[in-house]
């Protein structure tokens, strides 16, 4: 049976120091509420020191994103296979900031999901929708094209090994309006279905989590839909007390061990 999942991304925040603390605190959290599967995403100047520190717990270490090709002239990028060297678990791949900042594209993700895997780590292939594309109406067209290209090519056997974060872009962020759970829900299903669709009933298994201002008012009323495997954090889970609070609060009212849906 698969766990719940909860992660974070850093982002570019948090000193080396307060690294060294979090993941402490972290360690000491996740030994409390074990029922779920934890994964943080610290910048790449910490990866080595918090794999040292987090190893034999539940918590995985993820990059922020990194290259697909294994070295070359590509000033500023990071190899996967340096990752792999590392220990690392997860490759967050395709988050809207590096959409939005760095112009990823669909066909360059598809060939960074493609690396992960073949050095054995987890790609989290995250998506999501720009306000714009909400108000047209063209959501589930937008979603579908970033995992049809995101994904393509991928055989079933990769699939079983992949994961999905949906983040609308609108949601994230300081300026982030949070998403209501019914739209989470019709967005999940429809991510399930496009994933079915390529992976059979591989895609049923494949998770897929929510992010994008989860906090600890509306972390339960998303972590309750039916697809939702997993919750993404960033503001709410850089702060341990408030990453505390989500997990009391999921694992009070049963959510946990095994996914919904
Ligand atoms: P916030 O939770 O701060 O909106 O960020 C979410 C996110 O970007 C996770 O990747």
């Excluded at 995250?126 to 290209?149: F, M, N």
Aim: aromatic share 10%; with cysteine.
């Amino acid at each position: 049976m698969k766990r719940f999942l909860l992660g974070t991304n850093w982002k570019m925040h948090k000193t080396f120091q307060e690294a060294e603390q979090y993941a402490a605190g972290l360690k000491k959290l996740a030994g409390q509420f074990p029922q779920y599967t934890y994964f943080i995403i610290p910048p790449y100047t910490h990866l080595r020191e918090m794999k040292e520190q987090l190893i034999g717990t539940p918590v995985m270490i993820g990059a922020q994103n990194m290259h697909w090709e294994d070295q070359g002239a590509y000033t500023g990028e990071i190899s996967p296979k340096w990752l792999c060297d590392l220990g690392i678990d997860v490759a967050e791949l395709g988050h809207s900031e590096r959409r939005q900042y760095y112009n990823e594209n669909d066909e360059d993700l598809n060939k960074k999901v493609k690396a992960a895997l073949k050095y054995g780590m987890t790609p989290l292939l995250c998506v999501g929708e720009y306000a714009k594309d909400k108000a047209y109406a063209v959501t589930p067209e937008v979603i579908r094209k970033q995992l049809k290209i995101g994904l393509f090519g991928l055989t079933k056997e990769q699939a079983a090994s992949i994961w999905v974060a949906y983040e609308p872009v609108w949601a994230i962020g300081e300026s982030g309006v949070p998403a209501e759970p019914e739209y989470v829900e019709w967005v999940h299903g429809i991510i399930r279905g496009q994933l079915t669709e390529l992976f059979g009933d591989t895609g049923k298994d494949i998770p897929v989590l929510y992010g994008g201002s989860v906090n600890p008012e509306n972390c339960l009323g998303l972590a309750q839909r039916k697809d939702v495997d997993g919750l993404f954090i960033g503001r709410s889970a850089w702060d341990l007390e408030s990453f505390e609070k989500i997990m009391t609060l999921l694992t009070k009212n049963g959510i946990g061990g095994t996914r919904n849906g």
